[in-house]
């Protein structure tokens, strides 16, 4: 079974700072691990996703994240926060023999001061 | 290129009311996603649709809860003798191919209150 812990359901960062945004995984079988973000009364849209191949995967609008086995960790990061990334933040996980369907943590709501 | 659409965006129902969400993915999308999402928490996965088969209906929550997808591309589910606990934003999601890693792309949703 498949599982995903995110800690910190809400995270304040100054603009301009970094961002740290932390998922940890369960999963029994070689995961895939996805990033979406949501804005208000949006949809969720893919940020980055890794699928086995580098262990640090870059996405969209600057977002990273780095694939740490040993630590079943899948931390999201942004190395200078700006105001339109104000959004919540959800971490994913599915399996690799599976049809893709994913299991997502419950989310970490990221709020950047001016 | 259009998204994934769903309609209605918002819905009312009083309680023991049937519903029907639709769900419009992209065209040519072979695979299709149904996730709740309650308040302040995380999409939950309901059901999968590879064209119009059903191939997994694990996560829907009870035998009031029925989705089908008959010609392989619009798909609605239907709740049936809706409760309170089924206020939730329902997701569609479509995504190119069965399988692996391929990118899930979303629907804006429909925001379910049952009063």
């Known amino acids: 079974a498949q599982s995903v812990t995110q800690l910190g359901s809400h995270v304040s960062v100054s603009e301009g700072a970094l961002v740290l945004l932390r998922c940890n995984y369960s999963s029994s079988v070689p995961p895939y691990l996805f990033w979406y973000v949501q804005y208000p009364n949006q949809g969720l849209q893919l940020l980055l996703k890794y699928t086995s191949a580098a262990t640090l995967v870059k996405g969209i609008n600057g977002f990273e994240a780095e694939f740490k086995k040993s630590e079943t960790s899948f931390h999201l990061t942004k190395p200078s926060a700006h105001m339109s990334d104000a959004a919540e933040y959800f971490c994913?996980?599915?399996?690799?023999?599976?049809?893709?369907?994913?299991?997502f943590g419950t989310g970490t709501r990221l709020t950047v001061i001016p | 290129g259009a998204g994934v659409s769903q309609s209605p965006r918002y819905k009312v129902a009083k309680r023991g009311q049937d519903v029907a969400l639709r769900c419009d993915p992209i065209s040519g999308h072979v695979s299709l996603f149904w996730y709740q999402q309650a308040l302040g928490q995380g999409p939950e996965f309901l059901t999968y649709f590879q064209n119009e088969a059903q191939l997994d209906k694990s996560g829907l929550p009870s035998d009031r809860f029925f989705a089908e997808r008959p010609e392989g591309s619009v798909s609605t589910l239907k709740i049936q003798r809706t409760q309170q606990e089924d206020s939730a934003v329902y997701l569609c999601?479509?995504?190119?191919?069965?399988?692996?890693?391929?990118?899930?792309?979303f629907g804006p949703g429909t925001r379910l209150t049952v009063t």
């Open positions: 994913a996980v599915s399996d690799q023999a599976g049809a893709n369907n994913l299991f």
């Open positions: 999601a479509s995504s190119t191919l069965a399988g692996g890693p391929y990118e899930q792309y």
